[in-house]
C-alpha cells in the first residue's frame, strides 16, 4: 500500500526543482497531482507526462499567486478536478531575490513578500474551506528555508517571508487543528539543480565541507519530507518545522 494511495495533491510552483521533485514523490506514493506553474507551461505539462507514467492522475494548472483571487481560483479547479476532494496542499511557489537591504524599497519587499507568504496565507485559507468539511480533513505543508533561522546576507526579504511562513504554518495548526487539518513546514537547505555549482562553485564547496552528510540536498529529499507529512504516519504532527539540510544547522558557529 503506496502512502498517498487515494490522496488528492495540490503542489505550486510544481513545473521545476523542489516542486517537480515534490509532484514526483507524491506520484510514486499514489497521490493525484494538481501540478501548478506561472509561466513555465511547458515545464508543467512535462511535470504532469512524468507523474501519469508513474501510474497517477495529473492536471496542470496555471494561476499567479500574487492575486489574492487567482489562489482562491486555483484551488477550487483542483478540488473539481479532484471530484470535491483535496487532501493535500503543498505551497512551494516562491521567489528568492538578492538584494542589499540599505537599498531596498518598499515595493521591493512587498514583492517578495507577497509572492513567498501571502500567497501561503491566500492558498492555505482557500485548501482549509475545503478540507475542513471532509471527514479525513486534510495537510497543508508550507516549503519554508532554514533561513527562516539562520539568515543570509541579500535575502533580507527572503528570510523574513519564510520565518513568517513558519510561524503561519504554527497559527494555521493551532486554528484548523479541531477541523483534522494539519499544517507543517519543511526548511531545507541548498538543494542541487542544473547549473548551480558553475554557477557558484565556492558557495556548494562551502556547503559540502560544512554538511555533516557531506552533499547537497536533491529535490526527492524534499519531496520525501513533505510525503511523510502528508499521510498517515505524521498524523499527530502539526505546527512543526521539519528541517531537511543534510545537518548543516547542527554545525556550531563558534
Given at each position: ?81 479532484g471530484e470535491g476532494r483535496l487532501t493535500a496542499l503543498v505551497n512551494n511557489a516562491g521567489v528568492q531575490p538578492t538584494q542589499e537591504l540599505p537599498g531596498m524599497t518598499a515595493a521591493d519587499w512587498r514583492a517578495v513578500v507577497d509572492a513567498n507568504l501571502s500567497s501561503v496565507f491566500a492558498c492555505t485559507q482557500a485548501a ?127
Amino acid at each position: 500500500m503506496r502512502l498517498l494511495e487515494g490522496h488528492v495533491a495540490l503542489v505550486t510552483g510544481a513545473s521545476g526543482g523542489i516542486g517537480r521533485g515534490i509532484a514526483l514523490r507524491f506520484a510514486e506514493e499514489g497521490a493525484a497531482v494538481a501540478v501548478h506553474c506561472r509561466t513555465e507551461l511547458d515545464a508543467a505539462v512535462e511535470v504532469a507526462r512524468r507523474v501519469r507514467k508513474l501510474g497517477s492522475r495529473a492536471i496542470v494548472l496555471r494561476a499567479e499567486l500574487t492575486d489574492e483571487d487567482a489562489c482562491r481560483r486555483l484551488v477550487g479547479q483542483a478540488v473539481e478536478w479532484g471530484e470535491g476532494r483535496l487532501t493535500a496542499l503543498v505551497n512551494n511557489a516562491g521567489v528568492q531575490p538578492t538584494q542589499e537591504l540599505p537599498g531596498m524599497t518598499a515595493a521591493d519587499w512587498r514583492a517578495v513578500v507577497d509572492a513567498n507568504l501571502s500567497s501561503v496565507f491566500a492558498c492555505t485559507q482557500a485548501a482549509a474551506e475545503v478540507m475542513r468539511e471532509q471527514a479525513d480533513g486534510g495537510s497543508v505543508t508550507h516549503i519554508a528555508s532554514i533561513e527562516a533561522r539562520w539568515p543570509a546576507p541579500l535575502h533580507a526579504h527572503y528570510s523574513a517571508s519564510k520565518a513568517a511562513v513558519v510561524m503561519h504554518a504554527r497559527s494555521a495548526a493551532l486554528e484548523y487543528g479541531p477541523y483534522g487539518i494539519r499544517v507543517n513546514t519543511v526548511s531545507p537547505g541548498l538543494i542541487d539543480r542544473a547549473g548551480l555549482e558553475e554557477a557558484w562553485p565556492e558557495g556548494v564547496a562551502r556547503w559540502e565541507r560544512a554538511a555533516p552528510l557531506g552533499r547537497l540536498g536533491r529535490p526527492e529529499d524534499v519531496g520525501d519530507a513533505c510525503v511523510f507529512l502528508a499521510s498517515g504516519r505524521a498524523s499527530w504532527i502539526t505546527g512543526q518545522d521539519l528541517v531537511v539540510d543534510g545537518g548543516v544547522s547542527a554545525r556550531p558557529t563558534w
